[in-house]
């Protein structure tokens, strides 16, 4: 296992590099001037020239990339041209934010997906499976944001059940940072009132990513499980009368978590890269509100820092998910 984990290791460096080139050239190719930006609608030629010299926009782009590349090695992401700090500080004041959210958001998918894509392999074709197969399309044809307004409207607007936008009330002081999550934050303050006031400014957005999230996994999660459940050691238990729930829930649902396992991982490092709209609509201090508003200002040095961050993300999870893998099946480490 280990020999495994290295190996997936070294194969993660050149692709975040490939990651790491392609977004600075996409960044430096498009038809818009950073310096110019920065500098305002009313600034003169010398000006923006000025702050491209300082920028160092005016070399060209092998010298400009062997620069930022010195940069990113010392931990150096640059300084936002929105929020006129350095992007790494941005990146840690907000990440905890998406954290908390994509975390909070595959509790629910995961608890609910895995059992009920093993209830509609079981009862396959049946009118249990056909009514979650119904729910499951319906879920992964609605767009996100639309399932944003909708659950504003009824939930916050007509209801008055959860907060409208935001990660917590004005009027209340952050928790004292632990872990950066407001809901275990403000436990470990011993504030719990505090802590579900945070869960529920958590729980719209989090019901918003995990529809069609859900959705997914149901379906993954039926087919392996039909298709397990097709196998001869299976026949063999139903044979000589192994009870059905332990069959199911301990040999067939591990047996069927492979395929599963590899979509819960995209959809980790989905939650932290594809949430954009999710945050901007709900006022999400995260990773994607701080995203979309760099690429609506023309900001590159954020956008460039938190793709790298997000892929480095999206790394480690498929490495946690092939070593979950290689336990739920060590043949797929041996054959690596």
């Excluded at 895995?114 to 499951?136: E, K, M």
């Excluded at 957005?205 to 039909?226: D, K, Y």
């Excluded at 995260?286 to 995203?291: T, V």
Aim: proline share 5%; glycine share 6%; charged share 15%.
């Amino acid at each position: 296992m280990f020999a495994f984990v290295v190996k997936r290791l070294l194969l993660t460096v050149p692709v975040l590099f490939g990651l790491l080139v392609l977004m600075f050239v996409l960044t430096r190719i498009v038809p818009i001037d950073p310096a110019a930006v920065l500098a305002g609608e009313t600034a003169t030629p010398e000006q923006v020239s000025s702050i491209r010299t300082e920028l160092g926009l005016d070399k060209s782009l092998p010298v400009q990339f062997v620069r930022y590349l010195r940069q990113v090695a010392q931990g150096d992401f640059g300084t936002s041209l929105y929020t006129h700090r350095e992007v790494a500080t941005d990146l840690l004041q907000r990440l905890p934010a998406t954290i908390e959210l994509a975390c909070f958001t595959m509790l629910i998918s995961v608890g609910l997906g895995i059992p009920l894509g093993i209830i509609a392999a079981v009862h396959r074709n049946g009118w249990t499976d056909q009514t979650l197969r119904f729910f499951s399309i319906m879920g992964l044809a609605m767009a996100s944001f639309w399932i944003a307004i909708i659950l504003q409207l009824v939930f916050s607007l007509e209801l008055g059940l959860l907060p409208l936008r935001g990660r917590m009330a004005d009027t209340i002081t952050p928790p004292e940072f632990f872990t950066g999550l407001y809901v275990i934050d403000y436990l470990l303050s011993g504030r719990p009132a505090d802590s579900l006031r945070a869960l529920s400014h958590l729980l719209l957005p989090a019901i918003t990513l995990a529809l069609p999230a859900t959705a997914t996994i149901v379906r993954f999660t039926r087919s392996s499980a039909i298709e397990t459940l097709q196998r001869d050691f299976v026949m063999w238990e139903r044979a000589v009368g192994y009870p059905r729930a332990i069959m199911i829930w301990k040999y067939v649902l591990r047996s069927s978590m492979s395929a599963t396992l590899t979509q819960i991982g995209l959809l980790f490092g989905l939650f932290l890269s594809g949430s954009v709209v999710v945050e901007a609509v709900f006022a999400w201090p995260g990773l994607g509100d701080y995203l979309f508003n760099a690429v609506i200002l023309s900001d590159y040095q954020p956008v460039i820092a938190t793709t790298l961050l997000v892929g480095t993300v999206y790394a480690a999870v498929n490495i946690v998910v092939d070593m979950l893998q290689g336990w739920l099946d060590p043949r797929v480490t041996e054959l690596d």
